[in-house]
Each structure stands twice: as structure tokens, then as C-alpha cells.
């Protein structure tokens, strides 16, 4: 950490702040400048509260050496980590492919769209039982009974399924259906559910939020770590923008800087990055070509009929379509699409409480 | 609402719109312009899930004409809102001001700030018992036994009390001994948060996201009337900005802006708004002369020794300083710094259960 | 300045940076902590090219110390410059009152808006006879014909004109019939035109750019004064956000973040700001309660035929009432709008060649 | 265009609007809802002022159905645009690779660095003769000794060469020594400059600006366009965001929105969208893969001397790279890099007055 002092700041104010450094254990070090002084401090410097340190008479500017999260960060664990959700991997070369409809609906309709995605390519399939709305007259999601159809989908073609947690009070429930857990973009930083879901055992889908800084996202990811949790995939899916033409405003360019900074798989979400179908083959393509671990798309049969998040939705047809194209892309940068544990002999899924499923 | 067709749209797409559009029980208009066709939609809006529309074959772009927030509109209620907290008015000309340290700390500072804070003029006393952190590594609040001190001041100077609730299983607790529930920026839209608070009595302070447009600001102030819970405050306390000067981006014109949608009162929060005590008072004059109904403050008596947010706390002498100038600034603008109860004689603040103070 | 290195640079890297640093003659001061080493340079640090130093090998960061604005920076020049605009004062506890139209229209239009702004209390009277439009279908202005009005109407009223200049080859023009040029937002970083109107005399207006930081602001104003034109007046007038509530985020705390930064005065532009007549009045007495130096309202007597940006005007007599109501706020702040020459015995208005005006 | 009215607004009102809009020569069709009357007008929506409209008594908003730009839009023109700059094709499947430094420095360097990047398989030199620099204080470019040496580079590989044009009064002198004019990204809504552009015949890559929405940037082209050059190469370079971990955000899903909007090719240029080579080549095959028409990358083969923009350039031998990969991608694609018109039998260069090779 190093602290500029202000133009004119006194010996006293110096050596007070020295004290305080001194006085939790580091050490410091004086550079007197032509025009500033700075103090650079030596030791652990996450024992040290710069908020604290900002404040002390004479002290201009306090700027951290290190990242704060630390378990997060690539240079405390420099290898890629692969999360494993039940069975197909995310990270490290291994690309999971993610979709299915915004919300569950219907058990026949998430049948037919699940049979299709999962002969397209996907790996992963997705809905929401309990829905974040902007509005409270909004449908908001069919709750514990869309986890029941979920798993049951997720049982008959054999592949992980993700879904939303929006209460901590939910996420035992539903870590009993899902493979995987998913933090929404609006929750990135409600701590709460955050310490609750690092305390479950499932793989955490974890999005970025519309205005959360790179940094910011990883140490929402470093919470969920800090819990025990280290199975966290995270994903981009679009800032706030000043431009009306995309809904959210797609940092494919966080994909390599968050790869930098961190072991964690990064996928990508062109449905929510953009919020029109058209871009989403685009971005989905764009989004692996900068390195992404994987593609979550929403896919709905009949998207005037979706109960939310229709318009940015593809048709299966188009799903198929991208995703061939996708494992083309995949094939040229040397990355595979993770098969399905059925077929490459994985771990078995969640087994709820059987009178769930009766 | 507004249909707007694709240039080339078909009759049988048209057609289809207004079947759609019909069936829901709204009468369609028809307007065929000389590039575009649009679609009037006569009746009650609120039944159409825009969204669907959108995904009709055809169809450009649909524009609602109505807000999605009904509660909340001033249309529907045209009369400014005057929130009672505990026997101090907010809205309608009545200013609060909320002034207090950011986390609940020892029981003796507490006092001293708030004796302070409550002979310069502030009407409402905050702390926070639950602070959401972006790192888990630091200080997250005293919880219950903040809450104890934060009613024990509150009971002392006769001032209501305002505290964050970050988590769904806490509104009760918190209600207990709180006059006001805050609910923060970065849980804006935590729709389960804003659920229970809506079905709390206690008067809600909710914080603009970072990145929350007013509409969305409204939205989940919906959520809370929604709920049966009317007494809600709004607070703008700075957007995301590009500009690293300043901590957020104080959007003062979202001051005359809300007060033009919606009934319910807007406070100003120039400590969060711009992290720098230089930029408070200014600030704080600021949001007061574009009409915000009142201003809220960090006050820490030695913000180097602050838990958190020292960096954006006043002192206590300089917070008289403001409070003298805020009060200079009330009387040109013609409005009222709201009396505490017990100077006018208002309703009892709430009385925890009695094990609670022992 | 100081350099980060990253984490396992070499000596051999260390060193290079070194011996960069104090080839340009400057001293080096290494200190190596627990888990960075970092070198503070001691000296002129102007002498350094920051983005050189960036990309020596195990170089993580460079971090200036200095502002790169020297002119500009109150460091150099504590006390505040007052800008004199033909005998109007603008800073330094002096407002300026700019108010008129957006474009010079027809001489017997400008002659009414300018009685009546003059009588409302107005210092400065403005117009457009150059006008950047995003289109270029829309009216681009009268031109040479608008400055002759202009001028016609600033000595009719012994009122100072002000008007933009977007051509580096107008300068010289239109410097003979203004009293001070302005610099629209979208010329802001047109070092071209900057470098012209340094070279000028007349006083400068300089509008900060919508997606311009304060420091950005700030080295444009030192173009100009590089030049040798220390008469630059700043201007905030809303930057790009996310809400479409409003037509720009108006930024009231850059006031005073510029006032701490650079002794030139800073005013503000609640027109351009939000786009909305109706919080005009809110956002200007805003501005002055944050301490700007003046207030530009556009006027237009109706603005359902004005030729450009009528939304965003006021009609005289809504300018009259918030006149009022400013002139209350610049008394309670304590400070004086400024009489125009004619009043106070100033220095004579620019004269324009007599053909010009035959 | 629509207007739709206020709640309340009177039946006077509504025949005022309708007056209005029959005397420009539309037709209008009223139509009242429940909640709101709104009036769609028919006949040509470029005669309305859309501001003027705005400002009427009774009207709460004005939505325009047709975009503003004309020439530019890919309704007038459903063709994708294929530009000829000196036989290197760009746009409809034809990639434009443009590659070289930031500035043009010395000639041998220069010789040296297009050699290279002639190898590694770019089709247009880059380099800046004219440098925006935002400080006063920063090498500014070499002027015209710049535009010798890059028309001698050119030259010696048969490359046509582009540079930036940054004062109106130099297009001509830059038109007779590069093949494709540059506007920068500040000079984006230079509109004196965009017209004076226009009037050239060169072809011109016009730059998005930080803050510019994509239809600001088709409305600056068509500033172009409308003056009869049509010969426009648009270029997505980043826009302004709140994330300090890139120098700009790289607005990535742009290139596809672009590309439904209008005719004209629009290229990426990642170098400027992240400030970070390690971002660079990341980012240049996610534009590809998002359809962009080429990229644009600095190249330098010593960054740490460069004049300019060192930290944002490739060395020559990671561009080898990059070009390899991209070229793959290409063809995953399906689309063409250009080849030299040497190599393919094009056009002829410009030829520059003798003199000024002498």
C-alpha cells in the first residue's frame, strides 16, 4: 500500500501516520519527492484499513498494492480451476453450454425444449422457479413446483440443471433440485444470500452485476469462496450502457481481463448482454472467440407465449443452428464442449427428498 | 400502449397483432402511415405483457404509454405523501435530517455523536447494525447488539432511529427496534427484501441503485406499496459516473424528477453520492434547493477510527456548520425542518421486546 | 510519480526502469515491500512519458502524483481568476447571468428576449449564429448575418454577447463581433479549435464534453491557456447516463471538484443539462447552492417556432421568476451578480468593422 | 411520428397539434384511448421538427418511427457497401486489416514496421501525422514531413495508407498524401470537419466517439455522405464506461447492430477499446467473430519508445500472431482479407505534387 501525502503536509502529520502503520505491525518506508511525499508501507497489507488511512490529516491518496480478494486471484492459485457440475466441467478448455427458457413453465413444453437443446449441444440446461422481476405484477415464477419439473427434466435427458436462488431462506430447498445455483445479476451483491449460497455445496452460477466493476465481481465470488465454496463460475452478461439500441451494454473484453485477474471460469450470456435474438448468435460467437468458458442462451419454443423474457429468446431452430457454429469456433480455438456424464461416466445428480418427485 | 410494425409488415402479421391484442380485451386503432403501420391499444395496458408483443412476427418496437408502477404514480395520487417516522414528517414540505455515523459503534460514541447531531437540528439518528461490505474480510456490523444501542440513543434524545436490514429473516428483529428500515442501494432490486419490508409497518428509506433509473427506483418502490406498506422515502444517493473524481455520481435532477412521478418524498445522501467530506455541504445545499425533502449524512466524531465509510463522515462540529446553513437554505425555500415528537407531541417509537434491553 | 512493479519482477527489469528514470534525470527511490517492490521518482515528474514507463518489462503500473494541468491548477495559482466579460465579472464570488436563445433567429425576436432577460437580471446575453447539429438536414445557424444581430443586440443593451465558435478559420471572425467565444461540449477535445481560441483575446466559454472527466475539462482549458488566453470560463452542462429521464445527468458536484482543482471559474448550464424546461428552475438554483460562478438558461419567447433545442428553453417569464428566485439564492450564499458595464463603468464592447454592421 | 398527449390535455390542444401538423402538409390520425389520446401523423416524418412538436401545450412526448438518417440506412439502401480504398476492398465479406504505430515517427522505422506487418498480412498502413493529444504538453505529430513519410511507406509496399485529419483546413494537403482519411473519435460530431471531409473524394474511417450512441455515429456519417462522399468506413473503438480495469469499454455487439442498420462497413479497433495489448488480440477475433468488416490494431516495435500510445500497441511479432489466428477465423467465417491491390490489380494511389517527395 502506498500513501501520497498533500502538498505541505506537516512532519507531524507524517509521523502520525507512520505511528498508525507502525502501530499495526508493518513497516514503513519515507520518500520525500520533490513535490510529494509518499509513504510506502511493507508487510500484510490486508491488515491495514485504507478507508482508515484515507482519513488521517495530511494524506492525499491511499493506493492498495494488492487486489482485495485474495482467494479469488490468480496469483494465489495460478492454475485454471475446472468446476465440475455434476459431471459436465466448466474451465480450463472445457466449455459448458447453457439453455433453456428464462422461467419454468409448463412440464411438457420444458420436456420439448430440453430434448432439442440437449440434441443441439447444450450441457447444461436452465430455468427459473423463482423469478427477480422488476415488477411485482409480473409473473414471478411457479416456486418449488418448477423445481420439481426441473429435476425431473434434468433426470430424463441426463443433464445438470441451474437455476435461480433469489432468498437466502431458499437456498437449502433449493440446492435439493438443482446441480447448480445461480446468483442473478441484481443479487451480485446482496451479501446475505451470497454467505448462505457459499455455505452450500453446489457449483454457484454467479453474473455480474449492471454496474459492478471487474473487481467488485470477484469479490462478491470471494465471499462465496471465503464460505468454503470454491466451485463459483462466473458470467458476463452485459453492463449498463448510455446507448437505448442493446438492453445492457456486452464487456466481451471482461472475458481475457477477468481471466488475468482470476482462476475462475468466465462464461458469457448474450441473451440478457443484449436482449435482442438477433445479437445473440453474434455476441455468443464473439464471446468465445475472446476465450470464454462456456455460453448460457435462453431458448424458448414460442416466445410470444414465454411468461417473461420472451424477446431474448432463440427458437430451438436458431439454438441449433449457433450452437453448431459455436462447436465449429471451439474446434478452431482448441476447446471442448464437456459431454454429458451419462456419457463420459460422471457423478450423480442432486437426489431430492423422494416425496418431492411423488 | 403503441405497436409499431416493421416496414414490409404483412397483413396477416398485422392481423395477428390484433387478435393478439383483442383477446386480452382491448380494442386495437389501426393507423396505416406512409412508411410505418402502428397499432393504438385501447383499454386497460396494465393486462398486456409488452413483452409478449414484442415477439410477434412483425412487430418493431411496442411503446407503453402508462408507467408500470400504479402505487406509486403521482397520477394516481396526486397529493405529496407526508411519511411520519415516529413522529417526524418527511414530504411535503416537511424536511428530514437524517444524520449519524455509518456503523452502530460503542455505545458511548454513540451517544456522544448523537447528543451532537440532535443540538445542530438533525430529526432522525442512523447507524447501520448490518453493513453490506463488498469484502467479507471487513467489518460487518454489530447486528442485535447494535441494534440495543441504536434504540437506547434513540430513546435518550428522543429521536427516531433509521437502520439497513440486508436480510428477509431480519425485518422483524429489526422492526423492533428500529422507527425506520433502510433498504440499500445495493439491494434495490432484492424483490424478496422488498417484499418483507413491504409487509413490515415500519416507514422504509429505499436507496437508488447505482445503476437504477428512475423508473426502476419507482418500480421497487412499488414492490413495498404493493405489499400494504405506504410509508416509503426514496433517497438518491449517486449513480454510477465515468469519472473517478468522485465516489458516484450525485444525480440532483432525479429531485424535481421523482417528485414529477410520484407522491412519495426524495432525500439527498451527499456522504454516499460523492465519498468526499469536502462535497457534502455543498452538495447537501444542493439537493435541498432543487426540492429534495430532506438530507442524510455520515456524522463520525473520528472518522479515522471509523468501521467503515470514515472517509465520507463530517465531524460534529462541521456538520453544526451544515445543519446551520441547511436551516438558512429551509426557511428561503419556504419549508420546515420537522420537530422531533417530543417537541410536538407525536406517537410513541417502537418498544423492543423488554429482554432485549435488559 | 510512482512505479509499481509486478509481483517476481527481476533486478535485471528493476534496474532498467532505473536507469530510464535518471537517464531523464531524475532520481530514483526504490523500496521493495512483501510483495511488491515499488520506485517513487524524485523530481520534475512533467519530464516523464507516463505511457513509456508503462510498458518497460515488469512494469505493473505507473501512477502520476501531479496533475498533468499546470496553468489550470490552483496548486500554481491559489487564489480564484475573475473572468471580465466587457466589464462583467464572472468568478470570485461574481455571477455571471447568461440567458437567451439557443440560435439567433430574426433580429426583432432577439431584441425582444434580450429586453426582457436584461430586465430579469441577466449579465450576458447568448445566441447561436454557428450551430453543430447532429443532422445535417436541421438549420445550421444564420451565421456571419446571426453575429451581426447579436452584436446589434449586445450594444442596444449594453449587454455582452456571447456565441459558440466550431471553425478554428471563424475564430477571428466572430471574435470581432462577441464579447466571448464559446466552446460547445462536442468541441471540447477539438485541440485544433482550442489552440485557435487560445491564440484570441476575447474570453472563452468551454463546455465540458458529455463524456469528459474533470480532468479532461481541465487540460482543455490548459490548451487555451498555453496559448496565452487565461480568460476561460468552465461550464458543466450534464455528461451521458444511463436514465433516459433526462436528456443529459447533469453532474452539480463537478462545482465544486473544479473549484478545488483550478482557480477558474466554473458555471452551470441546467438547459443543456436535463432538456426539460420544467427543472430548469430546480437544477439552476441548484448549481448556485453547490457554488457555481453563474447559470446559462436558454430563453425563447416560443419555443414551438424556435429553430433549435425550443424544448429546453424558458419562456421571459419563467426566466423572470427564477431570476428572482436566483438573485434570493446568490444573497443568502453572499455573493453578487454582476451589474453589466454600463452600470458599473467598464471597458468598451469588441467593434466589429464598419462595414460589417453597414 | 407520434405524438402522444398528456393526461388531461384539452380538446383545444389536440386541434392545435393537428393544425400544426396539416400546415407542414401531413395527415394525422387521432386516436383516443382510455388513459391517453394519442396522434399518429401520416406523410413524410423528415418535414416535422420533432423538437418544435415537443414543446407543444398538451404534448407529453413525440416518438419519431422512422431513423434520421437517410443516406446511411440500410432501408434506402439494402446492400452492404463495399469501399475502395486504393484496391484493398472493405465491407460485404472483404476484411480491411489496418495496422502500423500510433504516430509516424522516423522513416526508417516506419519502412521497418510496414514491412512487417506487410508479411504478417495487413492491407492498410496506419499512422498519425496529426496527433488529438489531450495535453498541450505531448508530441503533437510531424505534420507534413508525417504525411511524406507514410506516402513514401505506402509506396514502397504498394499499402494504401491512412491517417488522421484533424483541422479543416488540411483535408486537402492530408487527401494529397493518404488513400483514406481518419476522423477521430473526439472529432467524431465535428460536424465542420465531417462536412469538409465529405467534400473530399478520399475514403474516410470515421471513429465512434466515447459517448456517441450508434445513431449518432450514422448521423455523423451521413454529415458525410449528405455531402456526396460516399465512402465511409465506420469504426467501433470503445465506448466511455465506469470500469477503470480497460481504458474504454469495446462495445462489441455495436458491430451487429451497425450492420442491421445500415449499409456502410464498420470495422473494430481493439487497440483503442482496452488500452492493454494483452486485451488486443482477444478482442480482434471476438469483432471478427461478432462480423465486423477488419481491424484495426497499433503496431510498434518498441512500444517503451513510441511517441504515443505506446502501451496500447502490439509488437510486430505478436501482431504475426494475431494475424495468423485471424486469418483462420476468417476463413471459419467465410469472409476474404483483401488483398493488395498489387497483388489483385487495382487502382492507382494518390499522387502527391512532386515537390513534396523531393
Redesign the interface.
Known amino acids: 500500500m502506498?500513501v501520497?501525502l498533500k502538498?505541505g503536509a506537516t512532519d507531524e502529520q507524517i509521523d502520525h501516520v507512520i505511528r498508525?502503520v507502525e502501530a499495526i505491525g508493518l513497516q514503513s518506508?519515507l520518500?520525500?519527492?520533490?513535490?510529494?511525499t509518499?509513504i510506502?508501507?511493507?508487510?500484510?497489507?490486508?491488515l491495514v484499513n485504507k478507508?482508515?488511512?484515507?482519513?488521517?490529516p495530511g494524506v492525499a491518496q491511499v493506493?492498495p498494492?494488492?487486489p482485495?480478494y485474495k482467494l479469488a486471484s490468480r496469483?494465489a492459485h495460478p492454475e485454471s480451476s475446472v468446476i465440475d457440475v455434476s459431471g459436465v466441467k466448466i474451465g480450463g478448455g472445457n466449455l459448458g453450454m447453457i439453455a433453456g427458457p428464462c422461467s419454468v413453465e409448463d412440464r411438457d413444453r420444458m420436456m420439448r425444449i430440453a430434448e432439442s437443446v440437449c440434441q443441439s449441444g447444450a450441457n447444461v440446461f436452465r430455468g427459473g422457479a423463482y423469478k427477480?422481476?422488476?415488477?411485482?405484477?409480473a409473473f414471478q415464477g411457479l416456486g418449488e413446483e418448477g423445481l420439481k419439473i426441473l429435476r425431473e427434466v434434468g433426470d430424463r435427458f441426463g443433464m445438470p440443471v441451474v437455476t435461480e436462488v433469489?432468498?437466502?431462506?431458499n437456498v437449502e430447498l433449493v440446492s435439493q433440485y438443482a446441480d447448480m445455483l445461480q446468483v442473478g445479476a441484481?443479487?451480485m451483491?446482496?451479501?446475505?444470500l451470497l454467505?448462505e449460497v457459499g455455505k452450500s455445496r453446489r457449483p454457484v452460477l454467479l453474473k455480474r452485476?449492471?454496474?459492478a466493476?471487474?473487481?467488485?465481481l470477484l469479490?462478491?465470488a470471494?465471499?462465496i469462496l471465503?464460505?468454503g465454496n470454491s466451485n463459483v463460475v462466473l458470467c458476463e452478461r452485459g453492463?449498463?450502457?448510455?446507448?437505448?439500441?442493446?438492453r445492457n451494454?456486452?464487456?466481451?473484453?471482461?472475458?481475457?481481463?477477468v481471466q488475468?485477474l482470476t482462476h475462475l471460469p468466465i462464461i458469457v450470456d448474450p441473451s440478457h448482454?443484449?436482449g435482442r435474438p438477433?445479437?445473440i448468435p453474434?455476441?455468443a460467437?464473439?464471446?468465445?472467440?475472446?476465450?470464454a468458458d462456456g455460453v448460457h442462451i435462453e431458448v424458448h419454443d414460442c416466445?410470444?407465449?414465454?411468461k417473461?423474457?420472451?424477446?431474448q429468446a432463440l427458437l430451438p431452430e436458431q439454438y441449433k443452428q449457433i450452437s453448431h457454429q459455436m462447436r465449429?469456433?471451439a474446434d478452431?480455438l482448441g476447446k471442448t464442449i464437456s459431454p454429458l456424464a451419462k456419457d463420459a461416466g460422471g457423478p450423480t445428480p442432486p437426489q431430492p427428498p423422494t416425496e418431492a418427485l411423488a
Open positions: 502506498i501520497i502538498n498508525r518506508h520518500s520525500r519527492g520533490t513535490f510529494r509518499i510506502g508501507l511493507i508487510g500484510d497489507e490486508s478507508e482508515s488511512l484515507s482519513t488521517l493506493i498494492v494488492l482485495p496469483e427477480p422481476r422488476t415488477s411485482p405484477y433469489t432468498d437466502p431462506r441484481r443479487n451483491q446482496n451479501f446475505v454467505t452485476g449492471m454496474s466493476t471487474i473487481a467488485d469479490m462478491s470471494e465471499y471465503s464460505e453492463v449498463k450502457g448510455f446507448d437505448p439500441a442493446t451494454l456486452f464487456d466481451v473484453a471482461a472475458v481475457p481481463v488475468g448482454a443484449t438477433d445479437l453474434p455476441c460467437l464473439a464471446g468465445l472467440a475472446a476465450g416466445p410470444e407465449e414465454a417473461s423474457d420472451g424477446p465449429l469456433m478452431l
